[in-house]
């Protein structure tokens, strides 16, 4: 039954890396671009396959060959907490959101040796960028999921689910979805809060990356945005739960809405430079996470 | 036993995977240099770095510590009702007055 | 595994451009218009190497280098001016779907020789002895010297980066110390190429910034001329930077971009405002000025120094 479980969680987590890549090519014609095809993410990952991985300079070789990984591999145990019906997920965790947060915390390492392993200048930058911003980022996280356990009266994530029969956590508790949505940008490195990357360093921690390996990572960032829009859908969106359809059909469905979201979000919002983005983290985003949680405390009594 | 499974069987298919796909041949020095925009360095990158927000970092931890003091309070929240809302007021409050000197001393940005 | 090749011939050709004298408007129009083409961020994630324009032989040595630093299987496309961009654009569709499907990669420009010799050198034959000395694999490590900022006895990393430096003007080379990711020395080694009065169009000028404050959709939308759409453009770039009396700062400039006003000031010895600013300021910075205005702020500022005093 669970063996069962484990593959659909992994075909689920397939489509949906191959859904957000697919977005991402959608996104330019809101620009008036171009949008590209359902065929376009399958054809880039194929050219990257195609393409030899060049080493760096004398480079940390465990660390660059396994960063992907783990990042993929948090993306994955992340996944597994988020109820896929009611009452039902792979990982039947009590302290669900426990688990979500130390794989946020974790993310933030890997990419930090993604970008320290090649031994080159840009990623290195991106590296110790990503971690300076990543660190504050994951306190909103943890006020906004906390906030979220005060009405379930528990830490797992099919008890949160659960108390969202009534109303979602989107009205009881209105800023939470926003405030996640900048933790989920940071995980999947995108628009306003890749600090990882950018023009201005070459693409930062991948900037030495080829053929494979940058495969990999870019497979890994779609992973976390998947798992990371799961977790939203659950958290705020009331998860499995809806009329007439089954369960994870409707799980399915506001993971895709919390995705493309997130995509939005990444291309629309201007990206400013690290030490900005720390004082707005510091000075206005954390005490208004404060604020959020009080706010919900008060409604959850 | 479900979370040790779960975790090992991820991460050992995840790690089993990039292990298989990539090839990390010996490249030409040419080729292995580090990119610098056709520019060269003069030492290897990895350094005693100077991570600017260091003073930020120290006040993260304070702030990281205290979520574990949330955890439990969040499942009794509902139970105790007004007391839990004024104690976590009260812990936060003291916080936010760290918040706000540190803050006044200028340590949420780049040295 | 011939269906992953024809798979990846119908990809987006993977393109680092390297950009001369004159081409970096076309280069930029070819860019956000033509279809099929992606503007990799570095020489890594590309498989051909467009040369737009003429590189003076100054800069030949940089563009082997960078030629080098491309993964196999990788080619070489020259683009001269007047060469239509529908024409450069089939060429470069082209050599990637030949490239796709096993056409030979080209062999490195440079000798396969370490920086510096290390091989069998020192106790463990790494090149180095004791902790930090010799050069290990090839190349010494970072020595530590006072911050600037905080005085904080640290490492300094020196490195000179351009001309090809995608977040640079083309032609620039800088050589730089860095201390973290703030710069603490700054010398010009080189100018940037001259560019028709075209480049410095306030659209393109102001889609240069977008790119940088990571807005690549927006900046492609203003680069064919239309209105971005994205969120909090202005407040990105912080009020101050690479302030000029008569000049304004860079947000003044970026605004006056958006509203299709050429900027009116020059700076004054812009290299000697980089000192002290963070890795993202400082590119900023330097793209808050149109190409040409920029070219002669820091031609001007070198003939000063040339005159002796």
Redesign the interface.
């Known amino acids: 039954m669970s063996v069962l479980l484990?593959a659909g969680v992994l075909v689920a987590l397939a489509l949906g890396i191959w859904l957000g890549a697919w977005f991402d090519r959608l996104?330019?014609a809101?620009?008036?671009?171009?949008a590209a095809g359902p065929?376009?993410p399958?054809?880039?990952w194929?050219?990257l396959?195609?393409?030899?991985?060049?080493?760096?300079?004398?480079?940390d070789?465990m660390n660059?060959?396994?960063a992907?990984?783990?990042y993929?591999?948090l993306a994955?145990?992340g996944l597994?907490v988020v109820p896929v019906a009611e009452g039902l997920a792979?990982?039947?965790?009590p302290?669900g959101i426990?688990?979500w947060?130390s794989c946020e915390a974790l993310i933030v390492i890997t990419v930090f040796l993604h970008g320290?392993s090649?031994?080159?200048?840009?990623?290195?930058?991106g590296a110790?960028?990503y971690?300076?911003i990543g660190?504050?980022v994951?306190?909103p996280s943890?006020f906004v999921l906390?906030a979220a356990?005060?009405?379930a009266?528990?830490?797992s994530l099919i008890a949160i689910v659960d108390s969202q029969r009534d109303s979602w956590n989107l009205v009881r508790q209105p800023l939470g979805l926003p405030l996640f949505l900048v933790v989920g940008l940071t995980l999947t490195l995108r628009?306003?809060l890749?600090f990882a990357?950018?023009?201005?360093?070459?693409?930062g921690t991948?900037?030495?990356?080829?053929?494979?390996?940058?495969?990999?990572w870019q497979v890994a960032r779609l992973a976390t945005l998947v798992a990371f829009s799961a977790l939203a859908a659950a958290v705020f969106l009331g998860g499995p739960l809806g009329p007439l359809l089954p369960g994870p059909v409707w799980l399915a469905l506001k993971t895709a809405l919390v995705m493309a979201l997130t995509v939005l979000a990444g291309?629309?919002?201007?990206?400013?430079?690290?030490?900005?983005m720390?004082?707005v983290?510091?000075?206005w985003l954390?005490?208004l996470s404060?604020a959020h949680?009080?706010v919900s405390?008060?409604v959850?009594? | 036993m479900?979370?040790l499974l779960?975790?090992a069987?991820?991460?050992g298919?995840?790690?089993l995977?990039?292990?298989g796909?990539?090839?990390?041949?010996?490249?030409t020095?040419p080729?292995?240099?580090?990119?610098?925009?056709g520019g060269t360095?003069d030492t290897?990158?990895?350094q005693r770095?100077h991570?600017?927000?260091y003073t930020?970092?120290l006040?993260?931890i304070a702030?990281?510590m205290e979520?574990m003091f949330?955890?439990p309070?969040?499942?009794?929240?509902?139970?105790e009702?007004?007391k839990?809302?004024a104690e976590?007021?009260m812990f936060?409050g003291i916080l936010?007055v760290g918040?706000l000197y540190?803050?006044r001393e200028g340590i949420?940005?780049?040295q | 595994?011939s269906w992953?090749?024809t798979?990846?011939a119908?990809?987006?050709a993977?393109i680092y451009p390297s950009i001369g004298a004159g081409m970096l408007a076309e280069v930029e129009q070819l860019f956000a218009s033509a279809?099929g083409l992606r503007r990799a961020?570095?020489p890594?994630?590309a498989?051909l190497l467009l040369v737009a324009g003429d590189i003076p032989a100054e800069a030949r040595p940089a563009l082997d280098r960078l030629h080098d630093?491309l993964?196999?299987?990788r080619r070489t496309l020259a683009w001269k001016a007047g060469e239509p961009s529908t024409q450069i654009s089939a060429r470069l569709n082209e050599a990637w779907r030949d490239l796709?499907h096993g056409a030979p990669s080209e062999p490195d420009r440079l000798p396969d020789e370490p920086p510096n010799p290390w091989r069998g050198i020192g106790p463990h034959g790494q090149g180095g002895k004791g902790m930090m000395g010799g050069t290990?694999?090839?190349?010494p490590m970072a020595m530590t010297g006072a911050d600037i900022r905080d005085g904080l006895e640290l490492d300094r990393?020196t490195?000179r980066v351009g001309p090809f430096?995608?977040?640079l003007p083309p032609g620039l080379t800088l050589e730089l110390t860095?201390q973290?990711?703030v710069i603490v020395e700054a010398h010009v080694l080189s100018l940037p190429f001259p560019q028709p009065e075209e480049a410095d169009l306030p659209a393109l000028c102001a889609a240069r910034m977008?790119?940088?404050?990571?807005?690549?959709?927006?900046a492609?939308?203003m680069t064919?001329g239309?209105a971005?759409?994205?969120?909090?453009?202005r407040?990105?770039?912080?009020a101050g930077l690479g302030a000029w009396p008569g000049a304004g700062d860079a947000r003044d400039r970026l605004d006056a971009w958006l509203s299709g006003r050429q900027e009116g000031g020059a700076p004054r010895d812009p290299a000697r405002a980089l000192p002290g600013l963070?890795?993202?300021?400082a590119?900023?910075l330097l793209a808050s000025f149109a190409p040409g205005t920029l070219r002669r702020a820091l031609a001007e500022a070198q003939d000063l120094q040339e005159i002796p005093a």
Do not use: C, K
């Not at chain 1, 090649?118 to 990623?123: G, L, R, S, T």
């Not at chain 2, 080729?31 to 925009?37: H, M, N, R, Y």
């Not at chain 3, 971005?228 to 453009?233: K, M, N, S």
């Open positions: 484990a996104a330019p809101l620009e008036g671009g171009r065929m376009a399958l054809r880039d194929a050219a396959l195609i393409r030899d991985q060049a080493e760096t300079e004398a480079p070789r660059r060959l396994l992907p990984a783990w993929l591999a994955a145990i597994s792979l990982w039947h965790s302290v426990v688990v947060g320290w090649p031994n080159a200048p840009f990623p290195l930058i110790y960028r971690a300076a660190l504050p994951m306190l943890m906390i356990a005060l009405p009266e528990s830490l628009g306003p890749d990357g950018g023009v201005d360093i070459a693409g991948s900037a030495e990356e080829s053929g494979a390996g940058l495969f990999l291309r629309l919002i201007a990206r400013t430079t690290p030490s900005r720390l004082h983290l510091w000075v954390l005490p404060f949680l009080a405390g008060m959850a009594l | 479900d979370a779960i975790i069987a991820w991460t298919l995840a790690a995977a990039a292990w796909m990539q090839r990390q041949a010996g490249a020095a080729l292995a240099a580090p990119f610098l925009g360095p290897h990158a990895w770095y991570f600017r927000p930020m970092a006040v993260f702030f990281e979520m949330m955890y309070w969040a499942v009794v929240f509902v139970r009702g007004a839990a809302l976590m007021g936060l936010s918040l540190g803050w949420f940005r780049w | 595994m992953l090749r798979l990846a119908g990809a987006a993977p279809p961020a570095s890594r994630d498989a630093q993964p196999h299987p796709a290990p694999r090839g190349r990393y490195a430096a995608p977040m860095l973290g990711d977008l790119r940088l404050l990571g807005l690549e959709g927006a492609d939308r064919r239309h971005p759409r994205a969120a909090w453009i407040g990105a770039v912080p963070e890795w993202h300021e590119t900023l």
